[in-house]
């Protein structure tokens, strides 16, 4: 097998996955590194979540050739609902008003997952390396050497670029020395899909509470996917309460607005943090995703920023020689920091105004500024970013295809 790439990239999961998915049918021998098997019960990023992806992600999806084998599954959203319990009123936003079909739509990781598969497969470009995990990597200069092992014993490849796409802790951020900055929230996300008696098709909920934001997302029909922040301590005993309990709790943080929840599946946590990396490159690899950027769910950007940094990583990939090329991956990092620093600070100012301990809150609260009157200037941010129309359009948010999908 040949053991020369152009581009290597560590982490075949959302965002590597997507990549790759991208890269295929390009000039670039590209290899992608798994440490799980694909379709395991515990791969760790097709799981049992579900993703909001905005309307501009929807059109990166577009443009690398994934939303076809996903809209027939993705749930519409058509109407936010923001509010605070405990309080009178509440933010709308409202596709028709921002003039497009849906503000985004709701999609299962592992459907994400399934429908990456096929195309990677299919591509003669791509080599699929899993289950395989990266032991070391060293950067020579003109290219990186990166040490796998894989079922079939140990391999050396060399890559002109190192894609880091290995989720928040990366091991390949750690062994190359890049410094990242991690703040826990001391929350957990509970997941959970749950079926209400009186669903408001295409509306999607957030909703402040005094144990934390809890988010409800239409799945289509009566089904809900939850995302409910809570302290870390008190998260572990959500998990064990009985369904009868964990519905009580929910309808009673909740409220009547969709009837009663009737049900509820299986249940996950997940601890929050936030991880930023002070720089997006270093010598000849980058990273994308969570490698980059790990970010607290109370707004559903993750996923969306890190469509983002592949579409700007693609931008910059169609005009280079060499994919590892320091002008190319500076250029990159410029891309996405007016973006990035945007995102994560309105991501952590929500996670922390809405976090129960947060000081401010008591004050903001007492002063009515977290009533509708107050939400309306988040109410227009909340559209644009949800819409992912806030950051430098590339050519793929606009809906073009990478210029090697063209011909
Ligand atoms: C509860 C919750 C809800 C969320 N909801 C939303 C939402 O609504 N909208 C949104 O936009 N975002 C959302 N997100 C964020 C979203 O899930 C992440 O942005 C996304 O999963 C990041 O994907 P990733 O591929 O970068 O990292 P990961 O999903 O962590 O994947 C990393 C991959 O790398 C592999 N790997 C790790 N180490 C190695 C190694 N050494 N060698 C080889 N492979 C390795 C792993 O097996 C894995 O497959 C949510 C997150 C959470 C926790």
Redesign the pocket.
């Known amino acids: 097998m040949e053991d020369a790439f152009d581009i290597l990239i ?8 997507t990549l790759a998915a991208a890269l295929a049918g390009g000039p670039w021998r590209v290899g992608v ?4 098997p694909y379709g395991a019960p515990d ?4 799981d049992e ?6 309307y501009g ?1 929807r059109r990166i999806l577009e443009a690398v050739g994934m939303w076809p084998m996903i809209s027939a599954e993705a749930a519409p959203i058509t109407h936010i609902h923001v509010s605070d319990r405990g309080y009178f009123g509440a933010a709308h936003v409202d596709a028709r008003e921002q003039g497009v079909p849906a503000l985004g739509y ?1 999609v299962a ?1 592992r459907l994400v997952g399934a429908a990456l598969m096929p195309l990677l497969e299919a591509a003669d470009a791509v080599e699929l390396l899993a289950p ?3 032991e070391t990597a060293q950067d020579l200069g003109d290219e990186v050497e990166v040490r ?1 092992n894989t079922s079939d014993g140990a391999r050396l490849l060399r890559t002109r670029l190192l894609v880091a ?8 951020r750690q062994a190359l020395g890049l410094t990242a900055r991690t703040e826990r929230y001391g929350q957990s ?1 509970v ?1 959970a899909n749950v079926s209400v008696d009186r669903p408001r098709l295409g509306t999607a909920y957030e909703r402040f509470t005094d144990s934390g934001p809890l ?1 409800l ?1 239409p799945l289509g029909g009566e089904r809900y996917s939850l ?1 409910w922040t809570q302290r870390e301590e008190a998260a572990a005993a959500v998990l064990e309460w009985s369904d009868a309990d964990f519905l009580a709790a929910l309808q009673e943080r909740f409220g009547w607005r969709m009837g009663r929840f009737v049900a509820v599946g299986r249940r996950a946590a ?1 601890p ?1 943090l936030m991880v930023r990396a002070e720089q997006a490159w270093s010598g000849r690899t980058a990273l ?4 980059l950027h ?2 607290h ?1 109370v707004a ?8 983002r940094d592949v579409a700007a990583l693609l931008e910059v990939l169609q005009d280079a020689r060499d994919p590892g090329a320091a002008e190319g991956l500076n250029r990159y990092q410029r891309l996405r920091e007016p973006d990035m620093a945007r995102v994560i600070a309105f991501t952590d100012l929500l996670a922390r105004l809405f976090a129960r301990e947060a000081p401010l809150l008591g004050h903001l609260r007492a002063t009515g500024l977290l009533a509708a009157d107050w939400l309306a200037p988040l109410n227009r941010i909340m559209a644009r970013q949800n819409m992912g129309l806030i950051g430098r359009p590339t050519h793929l948010g606009s809906g073009q295809e990478p210029a090697w999908h063209r011909t």
């Open positions: 560590v982490g075949g999961g959302m965002v590597g996955g590194i798994e440490a799980r791969q760790p990023s097709y979540r579900n993703i909001a992806l905005a992600s709701v990781n395989a995990a990266v796998v796409a290995d989720g928040a802790s990366s091991p390949v996300a997941i988010a997302l995302v997940y929050l994308v995703g969570n490698a790990s970010l769910p559903g950007q993750g996923f969306n920023l890190a469509l």
